[in-house]
């Protein structure tokens, strides 16, 4: 019966249950994506309980008074087509009512339900696969000069500054979790002044069967340094790892298919409200796509 059916805000027994959810979606998320999401918003993250049951989640992150995203929208699949997805949907619309513009990454079939709700389509976001064997040696004679850091030599302003001319929305919380936490690996690349000209993180990942990869963020100046930092990312990780790709920046699959990486699937980015006007012509692998 409906009547016992309400949303509630995620708590920490929740956390394995929806990361399970993500995983069997093909979501590929990482281990701890669900509580570094929490922390960017803590009141962003949404449990639809049945009979005091998890059967449905949904995410909705303020980045601040002008920008929202909506992600990890999940019905548990024996509960689906019962009408308990769309009081969750309603409910983050609700709660992000107020911003100028929101996001999301939709799934091919779902573009016509989004559209109904005023969400309007901007780009394809590509998922690329690559089969690592793990590269066991760098070849640092084609550095051009320049150098890679690791995460003991970042700091986070060095992240934090590169990312806010990247960026059109700051996002220091998020990218403090995200850079630093102990899953994954972070590198930087800087030249001779130590100036930031890209960086990028990989993390191990939960896939349909068994583990993997994902990479993101990758951003750089320019596609040979891109290249740098995702070679040096598949240093001694083997297995499989995805990449997602803004379909806004074109140079992304010449550098993507020069390393070995092939199209998987993809996702098509909407937006509600004024589009994004910053460029994401130095964005080669996002984030995460359940928040942006």
Known sequence: MRINYQIRELQNSDIHIVTDWSRKEGFAPGFEDINIYRNTDSQALWIGSLNNKPIGCIVGIRYNAFYGFVGLYIVDEQYRGKGYGLPLWKYVLNYMDDLKCIGLEAAPNRINDYSKWGFRTSSVTTRWKYISKGIDTFDKNNMMGLSLLDETEISHELIQNYDDMKEETSRPHFLSDWMFHRSGN???????????????????????????????????????????????????????????????????????????????????????????????????????????
């Open 186 to 292: 972070v590198t930087a690349l800087v030249d001779s002044n130590q100036k930031c000209l890209g960086f990028g993180r990989i993390r191990p990942c939960l896939l349909k069967e068994g583990s993997g990869w994902r990479v993101g963020p990758l951003i750089a100046d320019k596609p040979e340094y891109a290249k740098l930092l995702l070679k040096s990312l598949l240093i001694s990780n083997k297995g499989t790892v995805y990449i997602d790709s803004p379909g806004l920046n074109p140079l992304c699959k010449n550098v993507l298919k020069d390393i070995g990486f092939v199209h998987d699937t993809y996702t098509v980015r909407m937006y509600k409200g004024e589009m994004p006007s910053a460029s994401l012509s130095d964005i080669y692998g996002l984030a995460c796509l359940e928040l942006g």
